[in-house]
């Protein structure tokens, strides 16, 4: 037996055997704590996690003004085909009438129709360029410079097809940014002062000082680059240098005004609204008829304030001309010809492109279809114009009951999904106890959540709703807050819409007197949160005596099997010897 021992299996055999007695004697309670600090360190992170969801229900609860959920409201129209609306908490109860006479369009400008194929007058590559101011949406305009430059690839034999110019123009105004380039100059600014840029209305001073113009536009490139939303650069022209400034985004216009000295006269720079022609036209090329070339150019906001107010070439023999469209300012009619050439020009008349309304009997014009500063807190949209026989289509303004109720329904859940989760481990079902048993913390958040469900707000009159109660919420000791009554939680919110608003977000109402009960338990330095650290501490402890006594047991496993290989070998010797021995006597 002895000698079964010594063999290399029989040692393994007994280290293994030593390394496994003393991991369940010194080990194993050990990972047994571990294994119950870490389920109750779960535990709490989750009813943490279900707290944070509770406060989250009730702050929403507890806001007030115009940010009470209690003030929202909702827009019924009588007829949604021809009218619809949206109501926000700043509107008031009430009802009006509307009816569409017409609705607002984008101004629209097309050209004459050419054979796509045919050459134009166009024979030379360049450079053209065309400027198209726009209504601005308050009385003033834009201004949009578009430069087009034709390269000898697109002329076949000396000519440029109209097809391939329109499509020309059409790229050129899709990839039009805002520019304001100043004259090239050269020599000594003499004067000092400031200017300001404006970019969409948000305005920035830039400084200058006298000095050559390339030191005085090297300080003005350095300022207007520290500017998010522009770059700016200075361009050398042989002696000469230019200020060139551009907006990143085709939507927003740049404007240089308001200069105390002379320095933008002298460079010659505007203080007209710059944006990108993308930014407030569309442009599209098409076909009529089959071998035909037709150019549209379109403003991107309806109504008679933003339209087209003039489009002209910068040059004589511009590509505008090639299409009828070089108007200037003159606002004539398209007229289409089957026999003939069309007119270029408008479709629609400046008296066209406003929507037109009655309101409440009253006359209105809107630049849009989407009025939202006719009634506070209200948006409505205008889809069709009234036949003769449509009646008035009347929007009524009142409380959005299915909002707030959801709202309500939020925190109930929220509520009992807390209640729920603290009752399911803090309980002991046949002899099964919850990770939580016993926890006198969650036994006292528990309390609270029960109190505050049945019980009614101090300070509250009992003629007033002080309770989940009057609302229809009744409460259930194993699950929780339920809508008991829907309709009478609707009738409520419906009929005493403040009272129910006051009971939620008074300073002494049910959502502040909650919150500050449950506060403790939540946050970094809550109860929670405290417990957690705590079980992280003892956790680290358990961990590093695990590793701890590990290493022992591994090392006095080593030892042991050094003195049975030592054995071993002892043996081995006596072994050998033996034979000799009895070799011998043979």
């Known amino acids: 037996m002895a000698i079964d021992l010594l063999t290399t299996s029989g040692i393994n055999s007994f280290i293994n055997s030593y390394i496994k007695a003393e991991s369940e004697k010194r080990i194993t309670p050990l990972k047994t704590r571990q294994n119950k600090y870490n389920k109750l360190s779960s535990a709490y992170s989750n009813l943490l996690s279900n707290i944070d969801k509770l406060k989250s229900s009730l702050s929403t609860l507890k806001l007030r003004d115009a940010s009470s959920i ?51 007058s166009i024979t030379s590559p360049g450079t053209y360029s065309f400027t198209i101011k726009t209504g601005d949406g308050s009385g003033s305009f834009y201004t949009s410079n578009v430069s087009v430059t034709l ?53 920035t001073e830039i400084t200058y000082s006298e000095g050559t113009y390339e030191e005085v536009i090297d300080s003005i490139v350095t300022q207007l680059n520290a500017i998010t939303g522009v770059t700016a650069e200075k361009v050398v022209e042989g002696g000469n240098v230019q200020l060139k400034i551009t907006a990143v985004n085709s939507s927003k216009y740049i404007q240089l ?54 489009i002209s070439d910068d040059q004589t023999g511009g590509l505008l001309n090639e299409f009828g469209i070089n108007l200037g300012a003159t606002r004539q009619s398209f007229v289409q010809n089957d026999d003939g050439d069309d007119t270029a020009g408008f479709v629609y008349s400046e008296s066209d492109l406003n929507a037109k309304l009655l309101f409440n009997g009253i006359e209105i014009q809107r630049d849009s279809n989407t009025i939202s500063d006719l009634v506070n807190g209200v948006t409505i949209n205008l889809k069709s114009v009234f036949s ?131 506060n403790s338990y939540s946050g970094a330095s809550g109860y929670i949160q405290q417990a957690i650290s705590r079980l992280d501490t003892n956790l680290n402890q358990i961990n590093d005596s695990i590793t701890r006594i590990q290493n022992q047991i591994n090392k006095s496993a080593e030892n042991l099997r050094k003195q049975y290989q030592k054995l071993q070998t002892q043996l081995a010797s006596l072994l050998s010897s033996q034979s000799l021995f009895t070799n011998n006597l043979g």
Request: proline letters at 1%.
């Open 257 to 310: 005004k308001d200069d105390t000295g002379t320095l933008l006269t002298q460079l010659g720079v505007s203080s007209n609204k710059e944006i990108a022609a993308s930014g407030v036209i569309t442009a599209s090329s098409f076909s009529p008829v089959v071998g035909s070339t037709q150019f549209s150019i379109s403003s991107k906001q309806t109504g008679y304030n933003f339209r087209i107010m003039e």
């Open 70 to 120: 209690f003030r929202a409201k909702k827009a019924e129209t009588s007829n949604n085909n021809l009218v619809s609306a949206t109501a926000s908490s700043l509107a008031d109860a009430g009802s009006f009438t509307i009816r569409t006479n017409q609705l607002a369009k984008n101004d629209t400008l097309l050209s004459i129709d050419r054979i796509s194929s045919a050459s134009s």
């Open 151 to 203: 390269s000898e690839s697109d002329f076949i034999s000396g000519n440029i097809s109209y097809q391939a110019l329109s499509e020309k123009i059409k790229n050129a105004i899709k990839d039009d940014k805002a520019i304001i380039a100043s004259n090239s100059v050269s020599g000594f600014n003499n004067s000092s002062g400031s200017f300001k840029l404006s970019l969409n209305g948000t305005e």
């Open 388 to 518: 003769q026989s449509d009646q008035d289509v009347v929007i009524t303004i009142g409380t959005d009951v299915s909002a707030i109720k959801s709202k309500i329904e939020e925190f109930i859940n929220s509520f009992n999904s807390l209640y729920s989760f603290i009752r399911k481990n803090s309980s002991s079902v046949s002899g099964s106890r919850g990770v939580l048993f016993g926890d006198s913390t969650t036994s006292s958040l528990n309390l609270i959540l029960s109190s505050s469900a049945y019980t009614s707000l101090t300070g509250f009159p009992s003629d007033v709703i002080n309770s989940l109660s009057k609302l229809g919420i009744t409460f259930d000791v194993n699950n929780g807050l339920s809508i008991s009554d829907s309709s009478q939680l609707e009738s409520m919110i419906l009929s005493r819409t403040s009272e129910v608003e006051t009971f939620f977000n008074n300073t002494n109402g049910f959502s502040e007197t909650l919150l500050s009960k449950i």
